[in-house]
């Protein structure tokens, strides 16, 4: 009995890659799963491209591969997504430390900003101006703190002395002068009075520069009157000076301060002191953002960085070799997965067709672990403060060198040296 002739259908897989792609069909658009770089044409080229290079690379002329243009498509916008990625947490190492409490926005779900003060600005390829933002805000609040500056209120108020009374409940009295603050504890920084006898002694003596008792004309028209000129730096150390004297030894009073509950040594009289003056201030929520709202809300970590997606046009060669070779390694992966799927081998008549499934899935991972490691790798090497270290290195190198490098009146000099020297020599040789 004859066996019978067999006549398929075709003679390959319905599903197969293509050796071209275009991006002229409408269609092709739509074949990515997002939304980003779509609508740049030299992106819709260059994913065209990438299907001819993956046909090529895995052999489509000889074999057909089991996957779609449009497989390739999401590769290739994968690899576009992935290397933005890394660069963009490359860039927020460099500007992070300066950028916090800057402005940030909102993000569409492809990773555009949709709203903010820097919307369309491209942040992601702006050299950004450096400034210590974090030190700048911890030192704001240790100033606070210890009374010398910062950015949280300072409130004053004052108490009456009542005659033979030493204690007194400072928190009562902001509470009373201060409703606003709700009840808020109080931090007392300073207790003081004043008296005319105090601010008399200061600006009798040290009325300011180049003047005697608030008599600017005076002393220099006198008979017999010899002055020495002086610094103006020593009139504001003799200012220093007295009112240090003013806070440590002149005041008739001393204090403590418990629970914001003072107490004044010795008990006071009303013919003395009639009225102590505190400063004091509260401590704000953490997140509460006072009177400075640009100094806390913003950027606060990596999250909250204005960074985009890096536009296709502004990726160089050198980062399109890297997106080709990752979209390369995620169609390997693909046909992997797809392969698989067979459990590895297809049965036929006869015969067994072994598939290359694990062997096309253990080339991809490392392929793209290769990959990241490398681009992090050189991107860990130009951060701006590796790039500084490695000028500072070539400036202390060049300066060793040049050490040794004569200057040019020595080099002439040697040269005439050396010269002179030949010549005596010829002429002892030649007896002349």
């Not at 040290?206 to 000129?229: A, L």
């Amino acid at each position: 009995m004859a066996l019978p002739v067999l006549t398929p259908i075709s003679t390959t897989t319905t599903v197969r890659l293509s050796s071209i792609a275009t991006t002229t069909a409408a269609a092709v658009v739509t074949s990515y799963p997002f939304t980003t770089y779509i609508s740049d044409g030299y992106f819709l080229s260059g994913a065209a491209e990438q299907v001819s290079y993956v046909y090529k690379r895995l052999g489509g002329d000889v074999l057909d591969i089991e996957l779609t243009n449009q497989n390739v498509f999401a590769a290739y916008q994968e690899a576009c997504l992935e290397y933005s990625y890394l660069v963009n947490i490359h860039q927020a190492k460099n500007a992070l430390p300066s950028l916090l409490g800057n402005s940030t926005g909102s993000f569409d779900n492809a990773g555009s900003l949709i709203s903010g003060s820097i919307t369309g600005s491209n942040i992601a390829l702006k050299f950004p101006r450096f400034f210590p933002q974090l030190p700048r805000n911890v030192a704001k609040g240790f100033g606070a703190s210890t009374s010398v500056g910062g950015d949280i209120a300072t409130y004053s108020a004052s108490i009456n002395l009542t005659s033979s009374v030493q204690d007194y409940d400072l928190q009562a009295a902001v509470d009373s002068q201060y409703p606003e603050l709700n009840g808020k504890r109080a931090v007392i920084t300073k207790v003081y009075y004043i008296t005319p006898r105090a601010m008399w002694r200061f600006f009798a003596y040290y009325g300011g520069m180049n003047v005697i008792g608030n008599i600017s004309t005076y002393g220099m028209y006198t008979d017999d009157s010899t002055f020495e000129v002086i610094p103006s730096w020593q009139n504001k150390l003799q200012a220093m000076m007295y009112e240090d004297s003013i806070y440590t030894r002149t005041s008739h009073h001393s204090y403590e301060v418990v629970d914001n509950k003072l107490r004044l040594y010795p008990v006071p009289s009303v013919t003395d002191v009639t009225k102590v003056f505190f400063k004091f201030y509260v401590v704000p929520d953490g997140w509460d953002e006072g009177d400075t709202p640009g100094e806390i809300s913003g950027i606060n970590n990596l999250n909250t960085l204005p960074f985009e997606n890096i536009p296709y046009q502004n990726i160089n060669s050198i980062g399109k070799q890297w997106i080709r070779r990752y979209a390369l390694a995620l169609s390997k992966e693909m046909l992997g997965q797809i392969r698989g799927k067979f459990g590895g081998a297809i049965p036929a008549p006869g015969v067994t067709i072994t598939l290359n499934s694990s062997a096309l899935l253990a080339e991809a991972d490392k392929e793209k672990t290769s990959l990241r490691d490398e681009l992090i790798k050189v991107l860990d090497e130009l951060t701006y403060a590796k790039i500084a270290e490695t000028q500072a290195a070539m400036v202390k190198n060049t300066a060793d060198v040049m050490k040794m490098v004569p200057l040019p009146i020595y080099v002439g000099g040697l040269l005439l040296c050396l010269s002179s020297n030949i010549q005596l020599l010829q002429n002892i040789f030649l007896g002349t």
